[in-house]
């Protein structure tokens, strides 16, 4: 599989412009195996990074390489996902949701950070690569993307998340690591993970979850853990997903200090020894595709010491389109109860746009937040996250609502009419520029990117449905929340 880079960053300008996975990891293992390991330092290229020297022997709090997982086949974010992965959807103005997972490791002092994508994974890879080369990284420091691939031996596309280890682990056990973690790309909250790994090491575990300090409600599909009051993981619970009478249910074979008398749930974020890895992942489970269901109920079982870590702060999985929606709204609310997105202590990296400052003309906006590159005209926003380069027509109003943005210049788009979505409507208002046209009217809407809203389009779910698919038309309402699909194209006049 070719992964192609975008050569429009500055930084990237001297990296190739297109280099397969397999091809730069054999090109970084002959550099190594044609240097001595007495030397103090050497130099390796991968496809994110340039030639930077790499210690032989890495600082302690740097000896964790990070997993994370961009994507999933099946997502309840549709139409959000229909051309991006979960990991790469727009979040509160400016940031893509694996923004945040990418950042806790960079605040946390982890700098190896694989990120494994299948699914709809180009919007994605295009924003690691280009959003985090280098950035906070240090000088050995990387996101390196591992895109699907097949060979010889592997004729088929990842099944699950373990099998997907498994085929990578050539590539992810080239640097003397002591510990793996891994992590879901679609999750928002805000981690020190330097504390889980102290957690894990001064508990000598084989394997170490986090854990929600409580029961979450509805169980988030990684199931519950019941520990004792050494936190040691007794037995692991969990509930299908696709049928929730099916429950797996396995205890540890290990004695206990004392019975579990505590449930609380998984995040779906595990650290693993490195070695106790390679042995769940080829020599007691070669057949298991998924981590969570499969490995994890094996190994506590076959009696490894697993244990939990508590996590009593925010956290959100982004399950479902209204809780996405709410943790959009969560950002702009003045409380400590959702995301901060304006942590100095734990700031949130992306990609630098170089966008202008967006152009405010005598428009009445309260509680909202704004990205760069807007345009926004005599019109009324209230309560709204506004994203990057969105365009909004005089005397709209704008009320509850997340709009995406734009991925071109104001007015760019007019004559990119093969980014257009059929709107099924007889093909009018294809010369609907990008953004909110004049008059409109919006309410507890999530407008996904380069959607074309014309004039006088009442978007307001009036008969309030709670769930309805006008796909053709280009929207959807879940969950009462009406979602405009991506390029979709709403002519004039339109009532929602």
């Not at 998340?161 to 003397?176: I, K, S, Y």
């Amino acid at each position: 599989m070719i992964l192609q880079l975008p050569s429009s960053n500055p930084v990237n300008l001297h990296i190739q412009a297109k280099l397969s996975i397999l091809e730069s990891t054999h090109i970084r293992r002959k550099c190594l195996s044609n240097l001595s390991y007495s030397s103090p330092s050497f130099f390796i290229s991968n496809s994110h990074q340039p030639q930077y020297p790499i210690s032989l022997s890495p600082p302690a709090n740097q000896s964790v390489a990070a997993i994370v997982f961009g994507d999933g086949s099946e997502s309840r974010l549709y139409p959000l996902t229909k051309r991006r992965s979960e990991g790469a959807i727009p979040i509160a103005a400016n940031y893509r949701i694996i923004d945040a997972v990418v950042s806790n490791c960079i605040n946390s002092n982890i700098n190896k950070i694989y990120a494994i994508t299948q699914y709809n994974s180009t919007s994605l890879n295009s924003h690691l690569s280009r959003a985090y080369n280098g950035q906070g990284l240090g000088r050995d420091g990387f996101v390196e993307v591992i895109a699907a691939y097949q060979s010889p031996e592997d004729q088929g596309w990842f099944q699950g998340t373990a099998d997907a280890m498994r085929r990578c682990l050539w590539v992810l056990e080239e640097f003397p690591v002591s510990e793996f973690l891994i992590l879901p790309g679609h999750h928002l909250y805000k981690m020190d993970y330097q504390k889980l790994i102290e957690a894990h090491r001064s508990s000598q575990a084989d394997i170490t979850i986090a854990a929600l300090d409580y029961i979450k409600e509805p169980d988030p599909g990684f199931g519950l853990l019941k520990v004792n009051s050494e936190n040691e993981v007794a037995e692991f619970i969990l509930r299908s997903e696709k049928d929730p009478r099916i429950v797996t249910s396995v205890k540890s074979s290990r004695k206990l200090i004392d019975y579990a008398n505590c449930k609380i749930s998984s995040m779906g974020i595990y650290l693993v020894n490195r070695q106790v890895m390679t042995k769940l992942l080829e020599t007691y489970f070669p057949k298991a595709n998924d981590f969570g269901a499969e490995v994890i109920p094996g190994a506590i079982s076959s009696g490894m010491k697993v244990q939990a870590y508590r996590f009593n702060g925010y956290w959100e999985d982004m399950r479902s389109i209204s809780a996405f929606y709410e943790a959009n709204m969560e950002c702009i609310k003045r409380s400590n109860m959702g995301y901060n997105f304006c942590d100095r202590e734990s700031p949130l990296y992306t990609m630098r746009r170089y966008l202008p400052p967006t152009t405010i003309r005598d428009a009445d906006i309260t509680d909202s937040v704004i990205g760069d590159g807007c345009i926004i005209n005599r019109c009324k926003i209230k309560g709204t996250v506004v994203g990057i380069g969105t365009r909004i027509g005089a005397g709209a109003i704008i009320e509850d609502s997340v709009i995406m943005g734009s991925d071109y210049q104001i007015g760019e788009c007019i004559h990119k009419k093969e980014h257009i979505q059929k709107s099924g409507m007889d093909g009018k208002g294809t010369d609907i520029s990008t953004g909110i046209g004049d008059d409109t009217q919006i309410r507890r809407a999530l407008i996904d990117k380069n959607a074309r809203i014309g004039r006088n389009v009442m978007i307001i779910n009036k008969e309030k449905v709670r769930e309805g698919n006008r796909e053709a038309n280009g929207f959807i309402i879940s969950e009462g929340i009406v979602v405009v699909l991506q390029n979709a194209v709403i002519p004039d006049g339109s009532i929602l």
